[in-house]
């Protein structure tokens, strides 16, 4: 399996879970001391730890800590973020576990964290084929391996292709700016050639450079291929539509929420409006300005090119795709 040379953003040792605050990244590498469920749910709910499948790994270190309390903690640990689907999925397969010993939990979770760095790595190798030489891609938001605890889905690909990538646009990701402080740090630290760019740039960019594939990862998919993802994705979707660009989902089966029969059953996060309202602790609007932020918004089906799983890529999704995929 390919060395990620970032660090990891999460462990379990000596009876704790070890979070590092991603929210300090790229100014300082602190970690955070986990030592109950509910502190668990917390730090996910703050975004200490985030990404759709490492937060669903540290639900499941969550359920080892909260093990005495199992459907207590699932429900604390499943309501900290409620689109990323992969929680809930980390969370029922603990729930799986008979003998609710320290010793089998956690056996299970590890269980699950290294299913989940094998299948980072088959989604790098399939999508990396949907990569042609001197690309430029564009990604949004951060799915490197800050958010998988393994190579990455979007960016996995596009490390597993970095020898045929000369740029990657990174979108800055309003409000907290997971492509300007995650995947840019991981992009530098891969040395591959990256720029930044406001997220209101990214039609222009698209008409006035040269971009041949747009990669996100995603957070819930629905049955019928329509994909959650972070706030902005769905405006990129319909801006490489218009400008003939592939665009393309990246995720692994543990995103797939099979009993969601389309967008409509897929809940979209509601966060603070504190997070549009200030940046670094200083007021940047009008005191009394109300705010929204939705922290996701859903890309119908029609607008993917193809979702790329661990089982391979998957073209046109539609329920009928999908299906013949998982069945
Ligand atoms: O709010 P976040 O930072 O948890 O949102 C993360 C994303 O939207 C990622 O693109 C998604 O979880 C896929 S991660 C491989």
Not at 185 to 194: T, V
Not at 232 to 245: F, R
Not at 254 to 279: C, G, H, P, Q, Y
Request: aromatic residues 6%.
């Amino acid at each position: 399996m390919t060395k990620i040379v970032t660090p990891d953003p999460l462990r379990f040792a000596k009876g704790e879970l070890i979070l590092l605050d991603q929210r300090k990244i790229p100014e300082k590498k602190t970690y955070i001391r986990i030592k109950s469920a509910a502190a668990a749910a917390k730090a996910i709910k703050e975004m200490v730890v985030r990404g759709a499948p490492a937060i669903g790994i540290a639900a499941a270190y969550g359920m080892v800590l909260g093990r005495k309390n199992p459907l207590q903690s699932a429900k604390m640990l499943i309501e900290a973020r409620p689109t990323a689907v992969n929680l809930k999925w980390a969370v029922d397969e603990m729930l799986k576990v008979k003998d609710r010993s320290f010793k089998s939990m956690l056996a299970k979770a590890g269980e699950l964290e290294d299913e989940n760095k094998k299948l980072c790595a088959l989604i790098a190798e399939h999508g990396a084929k949907l990569i042609k030489k001197s690309s430029c891609v564009m990604t949004h938001c951060n799915a490197g391996p800050l958010a998988t605890d393994g190579i990455g889905t979007a960016l996995g690909v596009i490390f597993a292709a970095r020898k045929r990538i000369d740029r990657v646009y990174i979108k800055e990701t309003r409000p907290r700016l997971q492509g300007a402080r995650l995947t840019a740090w991981e992009l530098k630290q891969w040395k591959i050639p990256c720029v930044l760019i406001s997220d209101g740039m990214a039609a222009h960019i698209m008409k006035t450079s040269k971009v041949d594939a747009v990669i996100v990862g995603a957070d819930r998919i629905a049955s019928n291929g329509d994909s959650a993802n972070k706030i902005g994705t769905y405006d990129l979707a319909i801006s490489a539509k218009y400008h003939n660009i592939p665009f393309y989902i990246a995720a692994p089966y543990s995103t797939i929420d099979f009993s969601a029969r389309n967008e409509k059953d897929i809940k979209i996060e509601e966060r603070d409006e504190k997070e549009m309202l200030f940046v670094g602790g200083k007021a940047i609007s009008a005191p009394g300005v109300k705010a929204l932020n939705p922290s996701f918004d859903v890309t119908p089906a029609a607008l993917i090119t193809a979702i790329i799983t661990e089982r391979g890529v998957i073209k046109k999704p539609s329920r009928k795709t999908m299906r013949r995929f998982y069945s």
